[in-house]
């Protein structure tokens, strides 16, 4: 069964520290997403990376950065944690260019920062 | 710009009805149309995908439509049941969006024994 696997469900940090969340895919998707979702505002995309080493800004950017080091894996980087970063995070990833395939979400990691 | 929007925000309803969940958009220029549950505290689980070539998809209880043209779909649960209950999201893949998606703000389905 593909997956899209988040290295955590929960974590909880403390204001200031850098924050690592860590994405991993098997389906060999050159496409990959970080959404976080917040009551009221639903998802709002932070970054995606459509190639490893490429990068794209999303449309909450700010606070945030990622790696994408290898196709598989795609990391979201809190620089220094703060409390409004408190918030569900959802990884995606999809096939580029490939209208006939839809996205596959992880089960998401629920950030705590305090 | 495109804009999801899904109707209604919420629903209950008893055990066993049918029921229908709506999803709007205001670009037609799509690739595809995906269907989401979501239970709470939980990531996205996809339901059914349709190609903007495609009508209509089934999966087992569920049958998910596509209306292009006119910028609506919508998505048919059968005989519904407790378990059903979650919110439901639709999100569109537009031909000049690169692969980003356009999210709806979900329907928050309540089946009651």
Known sequence: DVKVTQSSRYLVKRTGEKVFLECVQDMDHENMFWYRQDPGLGLRLIYFSYDV??????????????SREKKERFSLILESASTNQTSMYLCASTFLDRGNYGYTFGSGTRLTVV | KQEVTQIPAALSV??????VLNCSFTDSAIYNLQWFRQ???KGLTSLLLIQSSQREQ???RL???LDKSSGRS?????ASQPG??????????????????????????????
């Open chain 2, 74 to 78: 919508t998505l048919y649960i059968a």
């Open chain 2, 58 to 60: 089934t999966s087992g």
């Open chain 2, 39 to 41: 239970d709470p505290g």
């Open chain 2, 63 to 65: 049958n998910a439509s």
């Open chain 2, 14 to 19: 008893p055990e066993g009805e049918n029921l």
């Open chain 1, 53 to 66: 080493k490429m990068k794209e800004k999303g449309d909450i950017p700010e606070g945030y950065s990622v």
């Open chain 2, 84 to 113: 059903d209950s979650a919110t439901y999201l639709c999100a569109v893949r537009g031909e000049t969006s690169g692969s980003r998606l356009t999210f709806g703000e979900g329907t928050q389905l309540t089946v009651n024994p």
